[in-house]
């Protein structure tokens, strides 16, 4: 969904699963963006901060609280999306490591296993609400697709096979989840089977029509 700002800057945002290889295809992305002229500025969420470190550190919690969670992440999504609000202003072009969208399937996930017996309460809707009054709507978001048998091969291959078996389970959700969000909200899927520079290539040509001013 294009957020209609012309004349100002953009916003691009790289998504996907767990072992999309989305942070080395946005750090690419910033690259082969600065080499074209760019001014561009490299962002994530969880952000550098204060309520980024409390996130990460939460996460870390095997006790945690999915809902002090999601709060969390909203708190950092909020502060973020008023400095990235200034940066566009400047008219500068600003590529998001995640946002809103990654914390919203996953912990539309989580919460649901939270809340087993509120039935009448749909986690997605309750986290797009509670957002909504700051949100800001990036001009393209990448979701970053693959089978989840190739991103578990990504990661840590050390874990044990019922670490995988789990991980695996969840990860399918989560693909699942940002399937349905890429064909509601309008999101481009991108091919992340190949290489990163292919992926990278990929990416690049599906923001182009953006930088040139189309919605």
């Given at each position: 969904?294009?957020?209609?700002?012309?004349?100002?800057?953009?916003?691009?945002?790289?998504?996907?699963?767990?072992?999309?290889?989305?942070?080395?295809?946005?750090?690419r992305?910033?690259?082969?963006?600065?080499?074209?002229?760019?001014?561009?500025?490299?962002?994530?969420e969880?952000?550098?901060s204060?309520?980024?470190?409390?996130?990460?550190?939460?996460?870390?919690?095997?006790?945690?609280?999915?809902?002090?969670?999601?709060?969390?992440?909203?708190?950092?999504?909020?502060?973020?999306?008023?400095?990235?609000?200034?940066?566009?202003?400047?008219?500068?072009?600003?590529?998001?490591?995640?946002?809103s969208?990654?914390?919203?399937?996953?912990?539309?996930?989580?919460l649901?296993?939270?809340?087993?017996?509120?039935?009448?309460?749909?986690?997605?809707?309750?986290?797009?609400?509670?957002?909504?009054?700051?949100?800001?709507?990036?001009?393209?978001?990448?979701?970053?697709?693959?089978?989840?048998?190739?991103?578990?091969?990504?990661?840590?291959?050390?874990?044990?096979?019922?670490?995988?078996?789990?991980?695996?389970?969840?990860l399918?959700?989560?693909?699942?989840?940002?399937?349905?969000?890429?064909?509601?909200?309008?999101?481009?899927?991108?091919?992340?089977t190949?290489?990163?520079?292919?992926?990278?290539?990929?990416c690049?040509?599906?923001?182009?029509?953006?930088l040139?001013?189309?919605?």
């Amino acid at each position: 969904m294009a957020s209609s700002r012309p004349g100002v800057g953009r916003l691009i945002v790289v998504e996907g699963v767990d072992g999309a290889g989305k942070t080395t295809v946005a750090r690419r992305l910033v690259d082969r963006l600065k080499q074209r002229g760019h001014d561009v500025h490299a962002t994530r969420e969880p952000t550098d901060s204060f309520r980024g470190d409390a996130i990460r550190r939460a996460l870390d919690d095997p006790d945690h609280d999915p809902v002090s969670e999601a709060l969390l992440f909203a708190a950092d999504h909020a502060a973020h999306v008023a400095g990235l609000r200034q940066r566009l202003a400047e008219n500068q072009l600003v590529v998001s490591d995640r946002y809103s969208t990654s914390w919203r399937v996953y912990q539309s996930i989580t919460l649901a296993d939270a809340w087993p017996d509120q039935a009448d309460v749909d986690p997605a809707t309750w986290l797009e609400d509670l957002v909504a009054p700051f949100e800001l709507a990036p001009d393209r978001v990448l979701v970053l697709d693959l089978p989840v048998e190739q991103a578990l091969a990504r990661l840590d291959d050390r874990a044990r096979e019922t670490e995988k078996f789990e991980r695996g389970r969840f990860l399918e959700t989560v693909r699942e989840r940002y399937q349905a969000l890429t064909e509601q909200e309008g999101y481009t899927a991108v091919d992340a089977t190949g290489s990163i520079e292919a992926t990278v290539d990929t990416c690049l040509q599906a923001i182009d029509p953006v930088l040139e001013g189309e919605p």
